[in-house]
């Protein structure tokens, strides 16, 4: 149930919303059988640290060193250079058992960096924790028993500490995750102390079970532990989503479910659901499980760097060979390396040490070896690389647009951040929003060198320029950069006698039905003030184009660049219709609508006559086409234009 869970929610979120929460549920079965074998050891007097990890190493390397290596190799073959070495970093750490602390800490989280979808490792996250996790915790089992040696009732005398520790750490953990979430959200989402609370309930479920627990139950007892852990899973897969803050108060519902029905399976009496869960191809399913994880990520991953989000018929196709390549490695490699007959030292160096070590020299060849003057690709290619690279830069690069992920006070006062004429003047126009404004700094400082008068501009990345509390229309991670940045702003832009505001519309629409409502009350409030605005459209949304595409295609050479853009958005389309009937109610409000320069006739271009490309990625113009868009407006309608944007 877990791994189906995640892999179908990694195909597409639409499909079960909640089926992250498949990964909290392995970490729960994972405590849990963690545990139990520890404990068994340790009632038998055979626990020693060697053997645990021994085993543990078995378990977990073989197929993981596998998968890593497989990936690395598809990588050199299909990456661009930068993301090689990206990938390579994220190699070396992974097999330190640290990725969880590489992409905490190392990975680049601007808004027009890699997207997380397109990392072909991200997921080996969770195993971190797990492994970071096994550091620990038969320490702690071992002291308990060491501490607490005799037996009480046919039990063991440590299990009642160990599990009233277990028990402490799930609500201590989640009560951390929730109130930290919104000073590091990426800490409490990659890092143990946030995750440990799962494992320890899976950890408790072993404890108070081996502790006689599950013999007081009734026969109805079990059945409905099965039923209500059921029920909180299936709540959780259904209604459980990624804005949401998460791991934290929320973990709680799939986790208790998951432990609630380990323990229902240990009724003598078999129910439907034992049943259910006890059918053959789910267990198939289960036995695959850690393959089809280690699997299920970097297929995807490299799916989308290539070709995008899948359509429903290429992620039965990719799921079908997801399976393949879980069942080989399953087969090929799990198995025979869980049944070796080695001593521990013989697993440490032969299971690890000796292809993990190999491994790691690869990746820091990759990784490294470019800054040293070591050659990892041809000259030709990275000669042919860079022409392709030369006309497709972001306005966000350059140093003259104050787009942040947080505001500061310089932002607001930063002479660079001026254009136009006589920008020695103070500003009257504000172009202010989000990376939607930001793009079309290019094509107003176009205009305003017409005019004759200056702008200032900053912008907030997935930031909404609206007042008030932006906390249904943002991601949890972003909320408390955009809360403190929207104050700064709107004192600030009292200043200013025209305000130019951009964002992304429709995903702001998308979160929340109250955003247009929002959206007008902050107009309205503006315009009192005497302040003019003009609201800049959403750009077409090209949702399947990649605008590196033709970079690739010199490793992909099979890729296709196509030239031949699709037709408007039908929901961008409303949106802008949504706004312009908004602007059209409020005197003091104007909408700006450059969609039919860029899509004529309704179908929108991509790359110029030359072939170089218009757009930056799916929803942003290149910083020469925004240009260009000023000067098309400017011979078009000259007068119109500048009336709309002069002071």
């Known amino acids: 149930m877990a791994v189906l869970a995640v892999v179908i929610f990694h195909i597409n979120a639409h499909w079960l919303p909640g089926g992250f929460v498949g990964v909290d549920v392995f970490f729960v079965i994972s405590g849990y059988l963690i545990t139990r074998n520890i404990v068994a050891d340790l009632d038998g007097q055979r626990f020693t640290l060697a053997e645990f990890y021994r085993r543990r190493i078995k378990r977990i390397v073989p197929v993981m060193l596998t998968v890593v290596a497989a990936t690395l190799l598809a990588g050199y073959c299909l990456l661009l250079p930068e993301d090689l070495a990206d990938l390579s970093k994220s190699v070396v750490w992974s097999v330190a058992s640290l990725a969880n602390v590489y992409f905490w800490r190392e990975v680049n989280t601007d808004y027009f960096a890699t997207e997380s979808a397109q990392l072909p490792l991200l997921h080996l996250w969770s195993l971190g924790v797990e492994e970071q996790f096994y550091l620990f915790w038969p320490l702690l089992l071992a002291a308990a028993w060491r501490l607490w040696p005799g037996s009480h009732k046919g039990c063991s005398a440590g299990l009642k500490p160990s599990l009233l520790f277990a028990l402490l750490c799930v609500p201590l953990s989640a009560i951390f995750a929730q109130f930290y979430f919104e000073t590091s959200p990426r800490f409490v989402y990659y890092m143990l102390p946030s995750r440990a609370g799962e494992l320890m309930l899976g950890a408790a479920a072993a404890l108070w079970a081996l502790r006689g627990g599950a013999q007081r139950l009734t026969a109805q007892g079990f059945k409905l532990m ?41 009724g003598s009496q078999a129910t439907w659901l034992q049943k259910g869960l006890s059918f053959a191809p789910m267990v198939w399913v289960g036995r695959l499980s850690y393959s089809l994880y280690l699997w299920h990520w970097p297929v995807l991953a490299y799916w989308r760097y290539l070709y995008g989000q899948p359509s429903a018929t290429e992620g039965m196709v990719l799921l079908a060979l997801m399976f393949l390549l879980s069942w080989c490695s399953f087969r090929w490699v799990e198995q025979p390396a869980r049944h070796a007959t080695l001593s521990a030292a013989q697993v440490l160096l032969r299971q690890l040490l000796l292809p993990g070590g190999a491994l790691l020299l690869c990746a820091v060849y990759l990784a490294l070896g470019p800054r040293f003057g070591l050659p990892s690709h041809s000259q030709q290619y990275l000669e042919a690389l860079q022409a392709r690279r030369a006309d497709l830069q972001a306005a966000y690069q350059q140093e003259w647009v104050c787009q942040r992920q947080r505001l500061k006070a310089h932002d607001l006062s930063d002479p660079r951040c001026v254009l136009g004429k006589d920008v020695e003047q103070p500003p009257r126009v504000l172009l202010f929003g989000d990376s939607n404004a930001a793009h079309y700094i290019p094509m107003l400082q176009t205009v305003a060198e017409s005019a004759g008068f200056s702008f200032r501009n900053y912008a907030v990345g997935a930031c909404p320029p609206v007042m008030g509390e932006p906390h249904a229309f943002v991601h949890a991670e972003r909320l408390s950069d955009c809360q403190n940045s929207l104050t700064m702003a709107w004192d600030d832009a009292k200043a200013y006698p025209v305000l130019v505001l951009g964002g992304s519309w429709l995903a702001y629409v998308q979160r929340s039905p109250l955003f247009m409502a929002r959206l007008e009350a902050t107009l309205r ?58 602007a059209a109610r409020i005197p003091g409000v104007q909408f700006f609508d450059p969609t039919p320069q860029l899509c004529p006739e309704g179908r929108c271009k991509i790359y110029e006559s030359s072939g170089l490309p218009l757009y930056f990625d799916a929803g942003h113009l290149t910083v020469k086409a925004s240009r260009q868009l000023g000067q098309a407006l400017l011979m078009q309608d000259p007068e119109a234009i500048r009336a709309i944007f002069a002071p």
């Open 226 to 266: 099965g039923w209500a852990g059921l029920g909180l899973l299936a709540l959780s897969l259904l209604f459980l989503n990624e804005s949401q803050v998460f791991p934290g108060w929320r973990s709680l519902l799939p986790t208790v479910g998951a432990a609630l029905l380990i323990v229902a399976g240990l």
């Open 525 to 582: 409030t503006v315009v009192s003030r005497g302040q003019r605005v003009v609201l800049l459209a959403k750009t077409p949304q090209l949702l399947s184009y990649d605008s590196h595409c033709r970079e690739k295609a010199l490793k992909a050479t099979w890729l296709s660049c196509s030239a031949h853009g699709p037709q408007v958005d039908a929901e961008v389309n409303a949106v802008n219709q949504a706004l312009a009937e908004l």
